[in-house]
């Protein structure tokens, strides 16, 4: 198996936006998560495509809805997460992670790292005050 591939990590002042990308070889659904020093690893973000494969649904966390947003290009394989109205709060290593195979259902537990299959490398946020 091939791991996603993230990129458009970067510094950033507060308030200010990026934008992440992650390719990843095939997924089921995709999430995004994020991990400060001494901090335990963080659901942000996830993506899924609903069994009729015509609509997709997504799932965020509390600390960023609002302020992010996952999208997903299939053509291209690659989902996308903006994040706006960045907080110093915010900064950490950002990865993202693919799902191969439907859960039974789509909710919070799309925030737990075990229900995932292939990781990326992750790529650095910063965001400074």
């Known amino acids: 198996q091939v791991q996603p591939v993230e990129s458009g990590g970067g510094s950033v002042q507060a308030g200010g936006s990026l934008r992440l990308s992650c390719t990843a070889e095939?997924?089921?659904?995709m999430g995004w998560f994020r991990q400060a020093p001494g901090d335990e690893r963080e659901g942000v973000a996830a993506?899924?495509?609903?069994?009729?494969?015509?609509?997709?649904?997504?799932y965020y966390a509390d600390s960023v809805k609002g302020r992010f947003t996952i999208s997903q290009d299939k053509a291209k394989r690659t989902v996308y997460l903006e994040m706006n109205s960045l907080k110093p709060e915010d900064t950490a290593i950002y990865s993202c992670?693919?799902?191969?195979?439907?859960?039974?259902?789509?909710?919070?537990?799309?925030?737990?790292?075990?229900?995932?299959?292939?990781w990326g490398q992750g790529t650095q946020v910063t965001v400074s005050s």
């Open positions: 993506i899924y495509t609903r069994a009729d494969g015509t609509s997709s649904g997504t």
């Open positions: 095939r997924y089921t659904y």
């Open positions: 992670a693919a799902g191969l195979s439907a859960p039974l259902f789509y909710g919070s537990n799309l925030m737990n790292p075990s229900a995932y299959d292939l």
